[in-house]
């Protein structure tokens, strides 16, 4: 189930990264929030979608090899960070789009962590 979840999360994150880096102002226009913080910064977009593609490679290589699973915590611990700087907008009440931030930052961070963590008995390549 690890590696189904892990392999969904990974084509998710190459497609928003390889988005990001292709299509940069569609993305930001798309994107709930992200035209609320500023400008466009085409840097800064594609800087970050770099990082959606690290992340989607880690959890992809957890789906197709399951002995990497170092990959995929490396991969999800940006996940992770970006799920937990939402959450503390959310908290904050500093985020216009609470909802689709849970469902789409959040709860793909917290499965990206469980996906990646090794089951018992799991060996590193």
């Known amino acids: ?14 497609a928003n990264g390889l988005a ?3 299509a940069g102002p569609l993305w930001w226009s ?3 929030g992200a035209a609320d913080t500023g400008p466009f910064n085409p ?4 800087d970050v979608g770099i990082a ?3 992340a989607g490679l880690g959890l992809a290589a957890r789906a197709l090899w399951p002995a990497w699973w170092p990959a995929a915590v490396a991969g999800a611990a940006f996940l992770a960070g970006h799920g937990a700087l939402h959450l503390v907008m959310i908290a904050g009440g ?6 689709s931030d849970l469902v789409a930052v959040v709860l793909p961070a917290a499965l ?3 996906s990646a963590l090794p089951n018992q008995g799991d060996r590193h390549a």
């Open 52 to 54: 959606f593609i690290a």
């Open 94 to 99: 500093h985020d216009r789009h609470a909802a």
């Open 43 to 46: 840097h800064l977009v594609q």
């Open 20 to 22: 990001m880096l292709s």
């Open 1 to 14: 189930m690890k590696r189904w979840i892990a392999g969904i999360l990974a084509l998710f994150n190459l």
């Open 112 to 114: 990206a962590l469980y």
């Open 30 to 32: 798309l994107v709930p």
